[in-house]
């Protein structure tokens, strides 16, 4: 059974850093085409932040984050991170790691594509205080 494990969210002021990690469980990182992270903040729709194909060292991200933040992955450790730095208050959200069978695209970072992506991890809270 594919599970998808978050941690590393919490509370920092703005301008601050976190960094995400999200580990893959009875499957890797490369057996997907592509892994990212989405985040859903309270009243607004899911939204792609970054993402990455997981076979190569191909990156997409949000317009907002690029400069930011910066998607990895550890296929030692069956894990993918995200690195988030300048934190500001519109970052604040709930974060998700998710997984497809199938390439990343650009489009997945805008309107609803998220349903596209098959694996998803329970969510880690992210809060920045201005």
């Known amino acids: 059974q594919v599970q998808l494990v978050e941690s590393g969210g919490g509370s920092v002021q703005a301008g601050g850093s976190l960094r995400l990690s999200c580990t893959v469980f009875?499957?890797?990182?490369?057996?997907?085409?592509?892994m990212g992270w989405f985040r859903q903040a309270p009243g607004k729709e899911r939204e792609g932040v970054a993402l990455?194909?997981?076979?190569?060292?191909?990156?997409l991200y949000a317009d907002s984050v690029k400069g930011r933040f910066t998607v990895s992955q550890d296929n030692a450790k069956n894990t993918l991170y995200l690195q988030m730095n300048s934190l500001e208050s519109e970052d604040t959200a709930m974060y998700y790691c998710?997984?497809?069978?199938?390439?990343?695209?650009?489009?997945?970072?805008?309107?609803?594509?998220?349903?596209?992506?098959?694996?998803w991890g329970q969510g880690t809270q992210v809060t920045v205080s201005s």
């Open positions: 009875g499957y890797t990182p490369r057996g997907f085409e592509c």
């Open positions: 998710a997984a497809k069978n199938r390439l990343c695209g650009a489009a997945d970072l805008r309107g609803p594509a998220w349903f596209q992506y098959t694996y």
């Open positions: 990455r194909y997981t076979g190569g060292d191909g990156t």
